[in-house]
């Protein structure tokens, strides 16, 4: 076995200078040029105080001009904002979930798709009252995805799945009047509340910001990752590799990438295809290589071990390779500039979804219905276009990690307590997890997700970050291009137990584990909120008590507010090393870095000092537990 050491952020960045060179030679743009010239950023925009939801302004709140022309002042100007950057994201990751409901409506025997996890549809069933007696797995699915659709529109009542909460979270939630209700409500709401002439006090904008957020965390991303496990199966821990060398020269290269697992899985399926591996070897190629980038990357990895070459800041590295067939999205944090880049290669850009429509890119529709013929056609096109290469821009940089994933709640219950869990059975629990906190094996945990951010050195953050609180016994869970970062450094392979404190070191030994473990996609945040939730209830603590916070250090997308808004809402205080636009109201930037204390019993810190930003973790973490007296 080879010596194990981490790849550094500075090999990462020698990496995709050579690449850009490439990108020179072909006259091709990037981001980090653009970035050039869209600095320094508007400082209007930054702080959240310029007012663009009716024709009389756009109205900027300065010292001269404290009021917009309708006399609303900054801090109902900043909270409108804020509220709709929420409700941005928590409309994205709920659609994604109404995607895979419609998915699940579409499952047939024999079909494109099926019950991958039938024992997980019946828990869901069950914990929602529908009869599984005696009933055909199709119908069920059927039921179970109707009744979950009509989750987005119920006239009256909560989010089923907020049951899932300890009690006291779900008082707090209806005491301060934020229980999610119908998800497609709470993003209308948002719109209305925030449209001219509608609310402009900020506890009022804020607290619905927190529902809507609510809506996504335990509404939308909760259906789409529990029925995206019926579909597809429930992760289990699984081998794979990490970071662009996992592309193959002498292979075609699919990189999927986007976040709805429908359409990559189908492309995965496709690819093992023997009629397709056939065509490849006509063409010259030796086979075919699906890798991933962002979510649609961490969805095919965790069930099927595909290799993630790259996240969010690395899309248009992997084009740059010259060794990329095609590029195929679906939803959520696709570059447009993908389309112009791909023009500089013979690498096609092919966009899937009526949501996420490019220019310069080939439209291939997807649809659950004829999801086998596009994603032949998908993996056809890209097979084909083998021969267009051009050997002299071909680099792939010769830099992977071996990575373990696949730790959904179930599996982390399995690793821990060696049984096979649900918490609706409740065949396992978190004790062990427990025991090992309270005995101060384990400080604690941090869940470390999100995007990268050219604001913060590209996945500087998440690495430094992850080392710092390993050394400190402190085991991290993490999701999206967080865990992305963490695969490619080398941080979920299990040897990166030598660099925890002995504590954790002695938890992975004995669980067999990475410090770092792979929970999955954005939406499959839920499955921390699931975690926290039974830490509680097996504990006896309060979530805000248990030694965990959240934390998102390079976080860009209005998802990323959404998910914030709903872990501190659960009561996980929240780290963030980019400010949310909300520094130019006093009023609501107290409100989200302290004031909501008062409300769910936790709040936000930002901190832009990566360092600075560990030890605040860290210190909120020895609080806790001193509070706790453990
Ligand atoms: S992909 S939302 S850049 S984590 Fe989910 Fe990564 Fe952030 Fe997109």
């Not at 909760?222 to 821990?237: A, R």
């Not at 990189?255 to 709805?260: A, F, I, L």
């Not at 050997?391 to 982390?412: C, N, R, T, W």
């Not at 499959?524 to 939730?533: K, P, V, W």
Request: net charge negative.
């Amino acid at each position: 076995m080879s010596e194990f050491k981490l790849t550094t952020v500075e090999e990462f960045e020698a990496a995709t200078a050579r690449l850009l060179e490439t990108g020179a030679k072909v006259g091709a743009d990037s981001w980090q040029l653009r970035v050039k010239n869209q600095t320094p950023h508007c400082k209007f925009g930054e702080e959240g105080v310029c007012c663009r939801i009716c024709s009389m302004g756009p109205c900027r709140i300065t010292k001269k001009a404290p009021r917009g022309i309708c006399g609303c002042d900054v801090h109902g100007i900043v909270g409108r904002n804020f509220l709709r950057f929420t409700a941005g994201g928590s409309a994205t990751h709920s659609d994604h979930g109404r995607e895979i409901c419609h998915t699940l409506y579409e499952t047939r025997e024999g079909g494109n798709y099926t019950v991958k996890d039938p024992a997980k549809l019946k828990r869901i069933a069950q914990e929602w009252g529908i009869e599984t007696e005696g009933k055909d797995i199709y119908d069920l699915a059927h039921e179970v995805a109707e009744t979950g659709l009509l989750e987005y529109g119920k006239p009256f009542g909560t989010q089923k799945f907020i049951k899932r909460a300890p009690e006291h979270t779900q008082e707090i939630w209806k005491r301060e009047e934020i229980e999610p209700r119908a998800i497609d409500r709470e993003v209308s709401q948002a719109l209305h509340m925030t449209h001219m002439g509608c609310s402009s006090k900020p506890e009022a904008l804020v607290r619905q910001a927190l529902r809507c957020g609510l809506s996504d965390g335990w509404g939308g991303s909760m259906m789409g990752t529990e029925f995206s496990d019926v579909l597809f199966g429930t992760p289990k821990e699984m081998e794979t590799e990490a970071n662009l060398g996992v592309m193959e020269e002498e292979n075609v290269n699919i990189v999927v990438h986007g976040h709805d697992p429908s359409l990559s899985e189908m492309i995965c399926e496709y690819a093992e295809d023997p009629e397709m591996i056939a065509l490849a070897k006509s063409v010259g190629a030796k086979g075919i290589t699906i890798s991933g980038v962002c979510c649609t990357s961490n969805e095919v990895a965790m069930r099927r071990g595909i290799p993630m070459a790259g996240n969010f800041l690395q899309q248009e590295n992997v084009v740059l390779t010259g060794a990329c067939e095609a590029i195929v999205v679906d939803v959520q944090c696709i570059f447009p500039a993908l389309g112009p880049l791909s023009k500089c290669f013979h690498t096609k850009f092919i966009t899937t979804s009526p949501v996420a429509q490019m220019p310069e890119s080939d439209f291939i529709r997807f649809s659950s219905e004829s999801a086998g013929e596009n994603a032949k056609l998908i993996v056809k096109t890209a097979i084909e276009n083998f021969k267009n290469r051009n050997p002299e821009l071909v680099h792939i940089p010769d830099m992977k990690q071996k990575a373990f994933v696949g730790y959904s709640f179930e599996e982390i219950i399995h690793k821990l307590d060696g049984v096979t869990n649900s918490f609706v059975d409740k065949t396992g629990t978190t004790m062990p997890l427990v025991d090992c906190v309270k005995s101060g094996v384990l400080r604690g945990a941090v869940a470390m997700v999100g995007c990268n951010n050219p604001k913060i050195r590209p996945d500087a953050a998440h690495i430094e970050l992850m080392k710092k609180l390993i050394a400190n016994d402190v085991i991290l869970i993490v999701s999206g291009c967080s865990a992305q970062a963490a695969a490619k450094a080398g941080l979920m392979d299990k040897r990166a137990k030598e660099l925890c404190g002995a504590g954790l070191k002695r938890v992975c030994e004995l669980a067999d584990i990475p410090p770092v473990l792979h929970m999955g996609s954005c939406v499959d945040i839920s499955r921390m909120m699931i975690l926290a939730s039974e830490i509680a209830k097996d504990s006896g603590w309060n979530i805000s008590q248990v030694p965990v916070v959240g934390c998102a250090p390079e976080w860009m997308s209005e998802k990323a507010v959404s998910i914030g808004n709903y872990v501190v809402s659960t009561g996980i205080d929240t780290y963030l090393g980019v400010e949310p636009y909300a520094t130019g109201s006093s009023e609501v930037d107290a409100l989200l870095k302290g004031g909501l204390r008062d409300w769910v019993e936790a709040a936000y810190t930002v901190e832009s000092d990566i360092d600075k930003l560990g030890d605040l973790m860290i210190e909120r973490i020895e609080e806790k537990r001193a509070a706790l007296g453990i």
